[in-house]
């Protein structure tokens, strides 16, 4: 019971602290935030006992973050971030890469707690250099090839999330990421965790 | 510059999906349609629709992917399909003869195959078929197999009729071997190969303008852009105005201090 008295106590301060901090850190400038996106946590809750990590995946992410105020409260934050690493396929031959160019508005809940909401836009690059692959094909083997053409998916996606000011300089940031959400058959939701250096 | 570093080092994880072909690019029809012919069958039709669909919503859905799987029925021949001449393809056959197709002993062990993928002069695919293994006495026998399997069966071969090759993750959708799986699920690996050959294009349009980006046709959840992104333009629309009146509510000056 004491501890969690001393923790109230440290977080009152850290928020009376956090408030005069506030400002500083949703004034105009830039932000890089890094940390990770685990994707498709639907497929991820449905998936079968041991498919889990094969079709969601904890991703690291990296952003780049603009804060400009639009008012006393009201703060645009354009980002664009990467998801990291970027993945290779068989012998190399195949990559992956994966984008988010997003286009939030934030809003203060309490002085160190701004709710984040607004539309993005992903984009997944899929490219190789071509080739041949010999694989099994159960009884004998069989040709097959590596793409040899860039592939681009531009999806609209919907953000929310909420980013906790830990002071002038750091930030704590949750976001999800929804695509298709209007769509039962390819809703797909995928979810980040960064942490924010004002530069 | 360490934390890129340290990323870069851990860009090792693979992926091993392939093509069925090289350069090969996806149907041109949207949605792909699957023509099924029941005849031979050693399952009722109820239960091959059944099977089928599991098959097809397998494939459908990905969110990045603009492909959209359909079945409907046709009296299409094996022969006809085997002569090159069908126009209802992608189709779905069963085989009673199945050891003709695939020779001996592999009818023993294999329960499916799709045959003759062809591509036309851009790459398009135009012409596939997937022959199931309806031999009687084998044990690949579609009808000898567990629901489950006969599921996976029919997801993998569609995965070869889309375009896509063998990989080499063993718990791939697309990988040659059933193994112990006993339900059909995607991978990361099977979902971008897949989206590598169907990718989803929702700029395509015109929503903002962007001609830089590659046209794709415009597939029937196309509309899905607008539903997204009219709510969001008006709910930012919306958000900006709440702003606007609680700052300025904020700078007016109140009654009392007047």
New interface residues.
Partial sequence: MQKFNWALVILFIWGLEAQAKVQDNTQKGIHLD?GAVQ??LEKKWD??T??EN????LT?Y?RLRGTVP?????VWEPSLGTL???????DGM?R?FTSHLD?T?S?PLLPWLRVR???G??W?F?H?D?G??V?????ST?S??????A??????T?QTGLSCILTSKISLNFELYG?????H????FDAAATLGWRL | MKTLAMFGFLSSIALGWTHVGNNIRGWNQSPVTFYVNYSNCPLSQAEMNEIIDVAINTWNGITDSNLEVKRAETSLSINAFLNGTATEVPVILCDPNFATQIGSPEVYVVPAATFLTRTDSNGNLNYSGILLNAQNGVDANIGNLSRGQVELTLAHEMGHALGLGHSSQPEALMYYSLGTKEQPVMTEDDIDGIVHIYPRNELSGGVLGCAAVKSEPLSPHSATSWKTLIPMMLLLILGWAIGRVAILRASEPSALQT
Avoid: M, Q
């Fill in positions: 890094l994707t498709r998936a079968p041991g498919y094969l079709v969601s995946s690291g990296v639009l008012g006393k409260r009201i990291l690493p970027w993945k290779s396929g068989v195949t992956k286009l508005l809003y909401l607004g539309p836009l992903k997944l899929l190789g071509g041949e692959v694989l099994n094909n159960g009884t069989s097959f090839y590596t793409p040899g053409y592939s681009h998916s531009f999806v609209v919907a695509t298709g959400i209007f769509d058959l390819r809703r797909s």
